[in-house]
């Protein structure tokens, strides 16, 4: 039978998929251990180096629709203020302007990008991305824009005003990542 650690550690390492980054923590942890304790009583506050896993869930609170709608039905919900009517993507729970009621909005797949960067740098995750852009995307029917992945397309930048649609992962999560935009030829 198993210890709750050692399967806190199989479920770290399928879900990190990294037994090098336990290593190197262990490293850490050893290299701070071994240190004079000399060292250790000059500090304020004597701190021994332990690590810790933790599983846990977080609430998306009252933007839990965005979410669920993206992960279940590959829709963009954005809010409608019923005040004066401006729509917010991503959606808000008030509004920005008049502090009025919202209502849930689905808002187009099709935008425009109002501004971006492209990387050439990323971690090891993402390196076979590289270049890669993020930008500030407006749907056509909101008044405010996310910032988002643009699919490059083999270009190298993305100018303001260049039209986009969304696109989205075959097997969703219900996180921001499950959608990106392209550009649109």
């Given at each position: ?56 869930k977080y609430s998306y609170g009252e933007q ?91 270009r190298e930048i993305v100018e303001p005003g ?24």
């Amino acid at each position: 039978m198993k210890t709750s650690t050692e399967k806190a550690r199989e479920t770290l390492r399928k879900e990190l998929k990294s037994k090098p980054l336990e290593s190197v923590i262990d490293g850490i942890i050893a290299e701070k251990l071994n240190l004079n304790t000399s060292v250790l009583e000059r500090e304020k506050y004597f701190e021994i180096p332990d690590k810790m896993v933790m599983f846990y869930k977080y609430s998306y609170g009252e933007q839990s629709r965005f979410f669920s709608e993206l992960m279940n039905h590959a829709k963009l919900q954005g809010s409608r203020c019923m005040k004066c009517g401006i729509v917010y993507f991503p959606p808000r729970s008030r509004c920005s302007e008049c502090y009025g009621e919202i209502e849930w909005k689905e808002v187009s797949n099709e935008g425009t990008v109002l501004s971006s960067t492209t990387s050439w740098y990323a971690t090891s995750e993402f390196f076979d991305s590289v270049p890669y852009a993020v930008g500030y995307v407006k749907p056509v029917d909101a008044d405010t824009g996310m910032l988002q992945r643009i699919d490059l397309k083999g270009r190298e930048i993305v100018e303001p005003g260049t039209r986009v649609i969304a696109r989205f992962k075959e097997r969703r999560k219900g996180v921001v990542s499950d959608f990106w935009y392209e550009i649109m030829e």
